[in-house]
């Protein structure tokens, strides 16, 4: 990576696979703007034990976040999958230990955006996105969605939506990402390296 690149750092939590599948073509859309980088993380696993600790390093896959990525970043993209409507715990017990970042405005006036992986057509995906939206805000961050000047949204049966992008994973996580959510994901991406480099530029 050259010192000219931007990071943009995408951050998510993945129980099946499926989320992880849809940060993988986010990362593809933003390295597809030249000049732009991303970087993989993600985040363990809460456990129901309160002595239970986590490996330092996962056993594979991306490593987990450290505060440090959030300082280095020029954007962020952020996924989860659905709990109830919901964010997961583990994402959202990262995010409550960023109080010294609020404080500082680590994230402000940065872009972000969300994407999820539901198990169900109508089982939260907005309200996913927009619950993993209110902790950015809180932060500053710029949000971005999806425009419709992206066909796929008008067209897909799978996934996708104005607020992020979205993939209909089945009740047995089995589902595999459909071309339209591929498309607007990798869109997604694409989206937020280019504004970074745009804020980047004017700053």
């Not at 985040?43 to 034990?49: C, L, Q």
């Not at 972000?112 to 309200?127: D, I, K, L």
Request: aromatic letters at 6%; a neutral charge; one cysteine or more.
């Amino acid at each position: 990576m050259t010192t000219q690149e931007l990071t943009i750092l995408v951050l998510f939590y993945s129980r099946h696979g499926n989320t992880r599948k849809m940060a993988e073509f986010i990362a593809q859309g933003i390295e597809s703007v030249p000049g732009c980088n991303a970087r993989l993380r993600t985040v363990p696993a809460v456990s129901t034990v309160a002595e239970a600790t986590a490996s330092d390093v996962p056993a594979d896959g991306a490593p987990y976040v450290e505060l440090s990525d959030l300082k280095e970043c020029a954007g962020l993209a952020m996924g989860s999958p659905t709990r109830f409507g919901n964010m997961a715990a583990a994402l959202k017990y990262f995010l409550d230990g960023t109080a010294a970042d609020w404080l500082s405005g680590t994230l402000t006036g940065k872009p972000a955006c969300v994407f999820t992986s539901t198990g169900s057509m109508h089982g939260g995906q907005e309200s996913t996105l927009l619950s993993m939206m209110l902790p950015l805000m809180h932060h500053g961050m710029l949000m971005l969605g999806l425009p419709y000047s992206h066909a796929e949204l008008m067209t897909t049966s799978t996934g996708g939506s104005p607020y992020g992008a979205t993939h209909w994973a089945g009740q047995d996580g089995a589902q595999v990402i459909s071309e339209d959510s591929r498309k607007l994901a990798i869109a997604l991406g694409k989206r937020l390296a280019e504004v970074s480099k745009k804020l980047q530029a004017a700053a």
